[in-house]
């Protein structure tokens, strides 16, 4: 009887370690490759800032910057998910090692790099922007400095933003490593609203902005000036897009929270489907 308990004990454990290695696995590899494919092309776009011409100088500057804040992201990504594997292999070591403050101030870290990432993109659709509406006034979309001010600002508006959720403890040590857990509404709603909702609601009123903008003047536009505005605007709407893909990839967290909430269920796959969604839509 006492072997019997033990073969399927031993059984049990083994059915629910082999899936959380292998989904840890995958999301190490996503990793890799987000982490590889960003650091590629910000090697591309330092090798080529000396060849290009004065007036791509802001372009390039700003693709650096939504580079590298996906890079930052992506790396923070990749601790955890080792971390994860790590705890899936020796679990009550990592219990010990990694439930401090440095890990929720890791996660505080990504959650500013992945801010800044989605404002990235944004300020990228708001220099075609300005390329659009004001391409009479050259400051707003040729001197540099401007861009590297509104840089900075994203800089500390990505850092005090998440602080909250940190100020009040809502991040907490689960699944081996730190994050909101999933069933705390209160962090979940908070994170929403602090992470995703300035950097989407500014895109989308800079798409209907110009849109309206163009509908309404497309008439006083010179044939050459209709060509680089069209070429501008599609700029915009890809933004745009790319943005609601994200945002869509970040709904399992929200759908998951809800899901607890009604049926008070949640998988042991919650995590993994969480930061799994979060690492495809970056890649």
Known sequence: MTNSNSTEEMFSVT???VPNIILDSIGIGLCIIAVCKTFIFIILILIRRQ???SKDKILFLLSFNMYMSIFIFSLFLLDMFISMIKGH???DMSQINDDTLWC?????LSTVALISSLYSTTIQALYRFFRITYYNRYFFYVNIYFYIFILSIQVIISSFQPLPILLIGDYQYEDYHCQINLT???GILMAAFL???LPVSITVVIYVYTLRYIRQNSSKFTQQQQTKINRNFIVIKRILW???FILVFGMPACSTTIVFYLFGYVGWWANHLTWLTFVLSFI
């Open 51 to 53: 060849l290009i011409k």
């Open 195 to 197: 992470i995703w909702l």
């Open 184 to 186: 705390n509404g209160r």
């Open 104 to 108: 929720r101030l890791k996660v505080y």
């Open 242 to 244: 790319l943005i609601i």
């Open 89 to 91: 292999l020796y679990p």
């Open 15 to 17: 059915r629910s370690f």
